[in-house]
């Protein structure tokens, strides 16, 4: 990055963090060094293009909606190395007051359970990431499809908290085709209140969400200021 000239061809630039973002900086990423600095703005001063820090699932929100759901209402699960969720209400992204809406991946999953990176117990991350549907313990379709059991939870307690459409990315989500019925079934088990799961949906995109939907977020912009 220090070598680098763009010669007036770079027009914005958009990071995807893992972590919550308040006013363009990044306010908790365990994966960052850049916690509570102005890395933004010193972005945008080497290379005097605008800078957006968002977070990751909520830029694949913003994609996903923009290819499925062009004016409604949605929640995109990001399943990667952690639990990220992005909500559209209406067509607009929901970010609560300082950002932290949709950190539904340090919700409290299992009281008292395993050890999370944020320091509590029994985090939904620590139970649905990539990390934890991929270990150790499971070395067989059956183990596999125990450890989705706490995926299944948190996907219904999503439903019963904004009873939306919801939709299944990320890393390792957007992979978990083949698996949608039987994590369906797991859903149904906890969710008394629907009579089936037709709002639980496969990604558009595998890994080009969050930047289809930095993509959006400028392309909004600069139609805002023609």
């Known amino acids: 990055l220090g070598r680098y000239d763009s010669n007036g061809s770079l027009a914005r630039i ?6 919550t973002v308040y006013k363009n900086q990044i306010t908790f990423c365990p994966y960052s060094p850049y916690e509570n600095i102005p890395f933004a703005d010193t972005l ?10 968002e977070n990751e699932a909520n830029l694949c929100a913003i994609g996903e909606q923009a290819c499925t759901f062009p004016a409604g209402s949605m929640i995109f699960v ?10 559209m209400f209406d067509g607009r992204l929901f970010q609560g007051f300082t950002g932290k809406a949709g950190e539904f991946g340090h919700m ?24 934890a549907l991929t270990d150790e313990t499971c070395q067989t379709l059956e183990q596999f ?3 989705l059991e706490n995926l299944a939870i948190l996907i219904s307690n999503l439903r019963m ?3 939306m459409d919801i939709i299944l990315g990320g890393e ?14 797991k859903v149904m088990e906890y969710n008394g209140f629907d009579h089936d799961v037709r709002y639980l949906k496969m990604c558009s995109y595998k890994r080009e969400a969050s930047a289809v939907g930095a993509a959006k977020h400028f392309l909004q912009e600069f139609i805002k200021n023609i």
């Open 145 to 147: 499809m125990k450890s």
């Open 78 to 87: 990001s399943v990667h190395s952690g639990i990220g969720i992005g909500i």
């Open 44 to 53: 945008s001063a080497r290379f005097h293009v605008p800078v957006l820090l």
């Open 14 to 19: 958009c990071i995807a963090v893992h972590g």
């Open 161 to 163: 908290a904004y009873d």
């Open 172 to 185: 390792i989500g957007g992979y978990l085709t083949e698996y949608m019925i039987p994590l369906g079934e």
């Open 108 to 131: 409290i999953l299992v009281p008292e359970g395993k050890q999370c990176y944020c320091g509590k117990l029994g985090c939904a991350d620590a139970y649905c990431a990539a990390s």
